[in-house]
Protein backbone atom coordinates (compact mmCIF):
# COMPACT_ATOMS: atom_id res chain seq x y z
CA UNK A 1 0.00 0.00 0.00
CA UNK A 2 1.28 3.37 -0.99
CA UNK A 3 1.19 5.72 1.82
CA UNK A 4 -0.36 8.87 0.56
CA UNK A 5 -2.89 12.39 0.93
CA UNK A 6 -5.92 13.45 -0.12
CA UNK A 7 -6.76 17.29 -0.76
CA UNK A 8 -10.13 18.48 0.33
CA UNK A 9 -12.24 19.31 -2.31
CA UNK A 10 -13.49 22.60 -0.57
CA UNK A 11 -9.72 23.93 -1.21
CA UNK A 12 -10.94 23.94 -5.12
CA UNK A 13 -14.39 25.88 -4.58
CA UNK A 14 -15.03 28.95 -6.80
CA UNK A 15 -11.74 28.46 -9.38
CA UNK A 16 -11.71 31.62 -11.65
CA UNK A 17 -12.46 30.55 -15.00
CA UNK A 18 -12.10 26.95 -14.42
CA UNK A 19 -15.73 25.81 -14.24
CA UNK A 20 -14.68 22.42 -15.40
CA UNK A 21 -16.26 19.38 -13.80
CA UNK A 22 -13.89 16.64 -12.30
CA UNK A 23 -13.12 13.22 -13.24
CA UNK A 24 -11.49 10.69 -11.22
CA UNK A 25 -10.05 7.22 -12.16
CA UNK A 26 -8.52 4.81 -9.79
CA UNK A 27 -8.35 2.07 -11.23
CA UNK A 28 -4.89 2.93 -12.98
CA UNK A 29 -2.90 -0.76 -13.96
CA UNK A 30 0.00 -0.42 -11.57
CA UNK A 31 -1.64 2.06 -9.38
CA UNK A 32 -4.82 0.99 -8.21
CA UNK A 33 -3.77 2.92 -4.63
CA UNK A 34 -4.39 5.87 -6.44
CA UNK A 35 -7.01 8.31 -7.39
CA UNK A 36 -5.93 10.35 -10.50
CA UNK A 37 -7.96 13.57 -11.70
CA UNK A 38 -8.65 14.93 -14.86
CA UNK A 39 -11.14 17.11 -16.62
CA UNK A 40 -12.67 15.54 -19.81
CA UNK A 41 -14.43 18.39 -21.31
CA UNK A 42 -15.99 18.45 -25.33
CA UNK A 43 -17.96 16.00 -27.39
CA UNK A 44 -16.03 12.04 -27.18
CA UNK A 45 -16.80 11.59 -30.66
CA UNK A 46 -14.35 14.16 -31.63
CA UNK A 47 -11.94 13.19 -34.34
CA UNK A 48 -9.52 15.77 -32.23
CA UNK A 49 -8.51 15.33 -28.57
CA UNK A 50 -6.30 17.81 -27.06
CA UNK A 51 -4.34 16.23 -24.12
CA UNK A 52 -2.89 18.67 -22.54
CA UNK A 53 -0.52 17.77 -20.00
CA UNK A 54 1.42 20.31 -17.10
CA UNK A 55 4.63 20.27 -15.54
CA UNK A 56 5.58 21.59 -11.67
CA UNK A 57 4.62 22.98 -9.94
CA UNK A 58 1.45 23.50 -11.38
CA UNK A 59 -1.61 21.50 -12.45
CA UNK A 60 -4.77 21.45 -15.19
CA UNK A 61 -5.75 24.36 -13.75
CA UNK A 62 -3.31 26.26 -15.95
CA UNK A 63 -4.93 24.87 -19.14
CA UNK A 64 -7.72 27.29 -17.78
CA UNK A 65 -6.97 29.77 -21.08
CA UNK A 66 -5.90 27.46 -23.88
CA UNK A 67 -9.19 24.57 -22.94
CA UNK A 68 -12.24 27.32 -24.07
CA UNK A 69 -10.10 27.83 -27.56
CA UNK A 70 -10.39 24.38 -27.99
CA UNK A 71 -13.67 23.66 -26.75
CA UNK A 72 -15.23 26.62 -29.02
CA UNK A 73 -13.49 24.86 -32.23
CA UNK A 74 -15.59 21.57 -31.35
CA UNK A 75 -12.90 19.52 -30.04
CA UNK A 76 -12.47 17.84 -26.69
CA UNK A 77 -10.30 18.58 -23.55
CA UNK A 78 -8.58 16.20 -21.65
CA UNK A 79 -6.30 17.55 -18.72
CA UNK A 80 -4.91 15.18 -15.78
CA UNK A 81 -3.41 15.84 -12.62
CA UNK A 82 -0.14 13.99 -12.26
CA UNK A 83 0.11 11.97 -9.01
CA UNK A 84 1.13 14.31 -6.58
CA UNK A 85 -0.33 17.37 -8.12
CA UNK A 86 -3.71 19.23 -8.38
CA UNK A 87 -6.59 17.16 -7.30
CA UNK A 88 -4.92 14.11 -7.90
CA UNK A 89 -3.72 11.58 -4.45
CA UNK A 90 -0.14 12.63 -3.15
CA UNK A 91 2.08 9.98 -2.23
CA UNK A 92 4.07 11.37 1.02
CA UNK A 93 7.15 9.38 0.03
CA UNK A 94 9.88 11.37 -2.10
CA UNK A 95 11.37 8.18 -3.70
CA UNK A 96 7.95 7.21 -4.55
CA UNK A 97 8.11 9.69 -7.33
CA UNK A 98 10.43 8.74 -10.41
CA UNK A 99 10.55 8.96 -14.19
CA UNK A 100 8.94 5.62 -14.71
CA UNK A 101 6.28 6.36 -12.26
CA UNK A 102 5.12 9.32 -14.14
CA UNK A 103 5.61 8.22 -17.48
CA UNK A 104 3.72 5.10 -16.38
CA UNK A 105 0.80 6.61 -14.88
CA UNK A 106 0.19 8.67 -18.17
CA UNK A 107 0.23 5.32 -20.23
CA UNK A 108 -2.42 3.52 -18.60
CA UNK A 109 -4.21 6.83 -18.49
CA UNK A 110 -4.07 6.84 -22.06
CA UNK A 111 -4.68 3.17 -22.68
CA UNK A 112 -7.85 3.25 -19.68
CA UNK A 113 -9.50 6.47 -21.54
CA UNK A 114 -8.75 4.80 -24.83
CA UNK A 115 -7.42 8.36 -26.38
CA UNK A 116 -6.74 8.90 -30.43
CA UNK A 117 -6.35 11.04 -32.61
CA UNK A 118 -4.23 13.20 -30.11
CA UNK A 119 -2.77 16.70 -30.13
CA UNK A 120 -0.14 17.09 -27.20
CA UNK A 121 -0.19 20.31 -25.80
CA UNK A 122 2.52 20.01 -23.16
CA UNK A 123 5.28 22.42 -20.99
CA UNK A 124 8.08 21.61 -18.67
CA UNK A 125 7.06 18.06 -17.54
CA UNK A 126 3.90 17.80 -19.92
CA UNK A 127 6.80 17.82 -22.64
CA UNK A 128 9.60 15.67 -20.53
CA UNK A 129 7.47 13.06 -20.00
CA UNK A 130 4.97 13.53 -23.16
CA UNK A 131 7.07 13.78 -25.76
CA UNK A 132 7.87 10.35 -24.77
CA UNK A 133 4.46 9.11 -25.26
CA UNK A 134 4.14 8.63 -28.79
CA UNK A 135 7.11 6.27 -29.25
CA UNK A 136 4.52 3.89 -27.27
CA UNK A 137 1.60 4.77 -28.73
CA UNK A 138 2.58 5.45 -32.65
CA UNK A 139 -0.63 5.69 -34.03
CA UNK A 140 -2.43 7.69 -31.41
CA UNK A 141 -0.54 11.42 -31.49
CA UNK A 142 -1.42 13.14 -35.01
CA UNK A 143 0.24 17.12 -33.27
CA UNK A 144 2.78 18.59 -31.36
CA UNK A 145 1.85 21.66 -29.33
CA UNK A 146 5.00 22.34 -27.55
CA UNK A 147 5.92 25.40 -24.89
CA UNK A 148 8.94 25.61 -23.01
CA UNK A 149 10.06 21.73 -22.67
CA UNK A 150 12.80 19.87 -23.53
CA UNK A 151 13.19 15.88 -24.00
CA UNK A 152 15.40 14.58 -21.55
CA UNK A 153 18.11 13.14 -23.82
CA UNK A 154 21.37 13.42 -21.03
CA UNK A 155 23.68 14.07 -23.59
CA UNK A 156 23.30 18.10 -23.95
CA UNK A 157 24.04 20.75 -21.64
CA UNK A 158 21.08 21.75 -19.96
CA UNK A 159 20.67 25.71 -18.55
CA UNK A 160 21.99 26.99 -15.70
CA UNK A 161 18.86 28.65 -14.99
CA UNK A 162 17.38 24.83 -14.04
CA UNK A 163 20.48 24.08 -12.65
CA UNK A 164 19.66 26.99 -10.29
CA UNK A 165 16.21 25.88 -9.70
CA UNK A 166 16.70 22.67 -9.19
CA UNK A 167 19.66 24.06 -6.05
CA UNK A 168 17.03 25.54 -4.82
CA UNK A 169 14.05 23.58 -4.76
CA UNK A 170 16.09 21.20 -3.02
CA UNK A 171 16.74 23.62 -0.12
CA UNK A 172 13.45 24.58 -0.42
CA UNK A 173 11.61 21.77 1.31
CA UNK A 174 8.30 23.28 2.49
CA UNK A 175 7.76 26.09 -0.98
CA UNK A 176 5.64 28.09 -1.46
CA UNK A 177 4.01 27.23 -4.28
CA UNK A 178 1.57 30.30 -4.90
CA UNK A 179 4.89 32.52 -4.52
CA UNK A 180 6.77 30.98 -6.77
CA UNK A 181 3.75 30.60 -9.51
CA UNK A 182 3.74 34.94 -8.98
CA UNK A 183 7.25 35.60 -9.29
CA UNK A 184 7.48 33.70 -12.62
CA UNK A 185 4.31 34.65 -13.46
CA UNK A 186 3.94 38.52 -12.76
CA UNK A 187 0.21 38.45 -14.53
CA UNK A 188 -1.83 36.39 -12.06
CA UNK A 189 -4.22 37.63 -9.52
CA UNK A 190 -5.03 36.83 -6.09
CA UNK A 191 -7.60 34.35 -6.82
CA UNK A 192 -5.11 32.38 -9.10
CA UNK A 193 -2.36 32.49 -6.88
CA UNK A 194 -4.70 30.50 -4.86
CA UNK A 195 -6.08 28.22 -6.95
CA UNK A 196 -2.37 27.21 -7.70
CA UNK A 197 -1.28 26.89 -3.84
CA UNK A 198 -5.05 24.99 -3.47
CA UNK A 199 -3.09 21.65 -3.30
CA UNK A 200 -0.40 21.49 -1.06
CA UNK A 201 -2.03 22.29 2.97
CA UNK A 202 1.36 22.14 4.12
CA UNK A 203 4.69 20.38 3.31
CA UNK A 204 3.13 16.36 4.00
CA UNK A 205 1.38 17.18 0.12
CA UNK A 206 4.45 18.74 -1.46
CA UNK A 207 6.54 15.46 -2.10
CA UNK A 208 5.64 15.34 -5.80
CA UNK A 209 6.68 19.57 -6.33
CA UNK A 210 9.81 18.60 -4.60
CA UNK A 211 10.91 15.81 -6.64
CA UNK A 212 10.31 16.80 -10.13
CA UNK A 213 13.43 19.04 -10.68
CA UNK A 214 15.41 15.85 -9.27
CA UNK A 215 14.20 13.82 -12.30
CA UNK A 216 15.04 15.45 -15.17
CA UNK A 217 17.28 13.66 -16.74
CA UNK A 218 20.67 15.79 -17.13
CA UNK A 219 23.11 13.08 -17.69
CA UNK A 220 23.57 10.09 -20.06
CA UNK A 221 22.61 7.44 -17.41
CA UNK A 222 19.87 9.16 -15.35
CA UNK A 223 16.55 7.10 -15.22
CA UNK A 224 14.44 8.14 -18.04
CA UNK A 225 17.23 9.28 -20.65
CA UNK A 226 17.53 6.11 -22.38
CA UNK A 227 13.76 6.22 -23.06
CA UNK A 228 14.26 10.00 -24.07
CA UNK A 229 16.90 9.09 -26.53
CA UNK A 230 14.62 6.91 -28.04
CA UNK A 231 11.80 8.95 -28.45
CA UNK A 232 14.02 11.57 -30.08
CA UNK A 233 14.95 8.68 -32.77
CA UNK A 234 11.42 7.75 -32.92
CA UNK A 235 10.49 11.55 -34.17
CA UNK A 236 13.56 11.65 -36.31
CA UNK A 237 12.70 8.09 -38.23
CA UNK A 238 9.39 7.88 -37.85
CA UNK A 239 7.23 10.54 -36.95
CA UNK A 240 4.80 12.62 -39.62
CA UNK A 241 2.71 14.36 -37.99
CA UNK A 242 2.49 18.70 -37.46
CA UNK A 243 3.92 20.46 -35.23
CA UNK A 244 3.41 23.74 -33.38
CA UNK A 245 6.34 25.83 -30.92
CA UNK A 246 5.53 28.71 -28.25
CA UNK A 247 8.04 29.87 -26.00
CA UNK A 248 8.06 32.21 -23.07
CA UNK A 249 10.96 34.26 -23.86
CA UNK A 250 11.31 35.67 -19.81
CA UNK A 251 12.16 32.18 -18.61
CA UNK A 252 15.45 31.30 -17.79
CA UNK A 253 15.01 27.71 -17.52
CA UNK A 254 13.44 26.23 -20.76
CA UNK A 255 13.28 29.29 -22.73
CA UNK A 256 14.41 29.57 -26.39
CA UNK A 257 17.74 28.28 -26.11
CA UNK A 258 16.63 25.04 -24.64
CA UNK A 259 13.82 25.15 -27.02
CA UNK A 260 16.28 25.23 -29.79
CA UNK A 261 17.86 22.31 -29.12
CA UNK A 262 14.21 20.39 -28.93
CA UNK A 263 13.21 21.90 -32.15
CA UNK A 264 16.21 20.28 -33.91
CA UNK A 265 14.93 16.75 -32.54
CA UNK A 266 11.54 17.38 -34.37
CA UNK A 267 11.50 16.94 -38.25
CA UNK A 268 10.21 19.79 -39.98
CA UNK A 269 8.91 21.92 -36.55
CA UNK A 270 8.76 25.36 -37.38
CA UNK A 271 10.15 28.76 -36.00
CA UNK A 272 8.53 29.33 -32.37
CA UNK A 273 6.11 32.00 -31.85
CA UNK A 274 8.21 33.77 -29.30
CA UNK A 275 5.62 35.69 -26.39
CA UNK A 276 7.85 38.50 -25.66
CA UNK A 277 6.98 39.28 -22.15
CA UNK A 278 5.78 35.81 -21.32
CA UNK A 279 8.03 33.41 -18.31
CA UNK A 280 8.16 29.59 -17.48
CA UNK A 281 4.35 29.56 -17.17
CA UNK A 282 3.26 30.40 -20.99
CA UNK A 283 0.07 29.02 -21.15
CA UNK A 284 -0.66 32.27 -18.67
CA UNK A 285 -0.46 34.13 -22.38
CA UNK A 286 -2.46 30.67 -24.07
CA UNK A 287 -5.32 31.86 -25.56
CA UNK A 288 -3.52 33.61 -28.09
CA UNK A 289 -0.85 30.28 -28.39
CA UNK A 290 -4.16 27.93 -28.58
CA UNK A 291 -6.09 30.54 -31.04
CA UNK A 292 -2.56 30.34 -33.61
CA UNK A 293 -1.93 26.49 -33.24
CA UNK A 294 -5.22 25.94 -34.90
CA UNK A 295 -4.89 28.19 -37.70
CA UNK A 296 -1.41 26.29 -37.78
CA UNK A 297 -2.82 22.88 -38.12
CA UNK A 298 -6.12 24.38 -40.15
CA UNK A 299 -8.54 23.25 -37.35
CA UNK A 300 -11.48 25.05 -36.62
CA UNK A 301 -13.00 26.11 -39.42
CA UNK A 302 -16.36 25.72 -41.39
Known amino acids: MIDFVRTPDERFKNLPNFPYKPHYIDNLKGFEDLRMHYIDEGPKSSNEVFLCLHGQPTWAYLYRKMAPIFLNAGYRVVAPDYFGFGRSDKPVEDAIYTFDFHRNSLIEFISELDLNNITLVCQDWGGILGLTLPLTFPTKFKQLLIMNTILGTGDFEISQGFRGFRDWVSQTPDMNVGSLMLRSTPILIQD ?37 RRA ?18 QDPVLGLPMMEILRGMIPRCPKPMEIKDAGHFVQEWGDNIAKKALEAFKLGRD
Open 192 to 228: DIVAYDAPFLDIKYKAGVRRFPQLVPTSYDAPGAEIS
Open 232 to 249: RDWFQDKWNGESFMAVGM
